[in-house]
């Protein structure tokens, strides 16, 4: 593992980053990937990219941790570019990633890749056509209610294009791929293209689970003080539904809860605590599976 007061001699020794397309920073939520981010961009003259699938969205700055006083006078991308309502995916992060990634390098810069949304950054990696499929939140939610049994009766209906791997570990993922053979077995339907795989030097951030659960029980009551729950009031005046709002996730997810009188203000802080300590467990969780599908990632202490 590297310190990380050596980062940028990592940098300069030990990989060629500066042949690279890209320098990704990853980890789970709280474990300061964004002030790394800005530390490095300055010293590398770069711009940074954001990989997270919830800071595209305006007006929900505190909920998603954006922290964009952070950045400074350091130029970044992906953020504040979808209105709440809206549906972001992963098909729609490659063509806007693309975008940015030309623009920097038209400026002579390097690009820094920041963010928890390891579907994301691996989808910039390797190429998973597939998952440009869109998804349909509402149909999802509706197949979600059927028994594992009952999804696999619907999956054999249909024909497995060569190639494609259904995953029966859990019933998210046997639905997911219910729907990519829903949408292909449209005839109008026709799989995305490859998209652009970029090379990339991969820097992991993992602090102690202690140090990582102390930043995020600290994070989250900072941010209730910061006004998190009248964001969220915000958003509903401005049309947002509370079904929407579950769409996003945590911190959205609970507080309309408590918004619509199903939890206590202290029933509800106590749940998204709890989630949140989950979520980040959960994003461990993917990015170590990156590695062992050979994903190189060097962890930061």
């Known amino acids: 593992m590297i310190n990380s007061i050596n980062v940028l001699m990592y940098l300069e020794r030990q990989t060629n980053f500066r042949a690279q397309d890209i320098l990704i920073l990853l980890g789970p939520t709280a474990s300061g990937k964004t002030k790394l981010a800005v530390q490095l961009a300055r010293s590398l003259n770069a711009e940074i990219i954001s990989a997270d699938s919830r800071q595209v969205y305006r007006g929900m700055d505190i909920g998603t941790g954006k922290d964009i006083q952070e950045y400074e006078d350091v130029p970044y991308h992906l953020i504040d570019i979808v209105n709440p309502g809206e549906q972001y995916n992963v098909s729609r992060f490659l063509a806007d990633f693309e975008q940015a990634y030309g623009q920097i390098k038209a400026k002579g ?79 109008i339907h026709v799989l995305p293209a490859s998209q652009p795989i970029y090379t990339a030097t991969i820097l992991g951030l993992d602090p102690a689970v202690e140090i990582r659960r102390q930043r995020i029980s600290r994070r989250l009551h900072q941010r209730l003080e910061q006004g998190m729950v009248e964001e969220v009031e915000k958003l509903l005046d ?60 060097q962890w930061i202490v």
């Open 109 to 187: 810069k390097q690009v820094i890749v920041c963010g928890g949304t390891g579907f994301y950054i691996q989808a910039l990696l390797t190429s998973q056509p597939y998952n440009q499929i869109p998804t349909d939140i509402i149909w999802r939610e509706q197949l979600e209610r059927k028994t594992k049994a009952e999804i696999e009766a619907y999956l054999s209906d249909y024909t497995v294009p060569e190639g494609y791997l259904i995953d029966y570990s859990s019933k998210k993922r046997m639905v997911r791929a219910l729907e990519v053979l829903r949408w292909l077995s449209d005839p």
């Open 238 to 297: 401005q049309g947002v539904t509370y079904e929407q709002l579950a769409y996003y996730g945590l911190e959205y997810k609970y507080i309309s809860y408590y918004l619509q009188d199903k939890l206590t203000y202290e029933a509800f802080v106590t749940k998204l605590e709890t989630e949140i300590h989950r979520y980040a467990k959960r994003q461990m969780t993917y990015l170590r599976k990156m590695e062992k599908d050979g994903v190189d990632i």
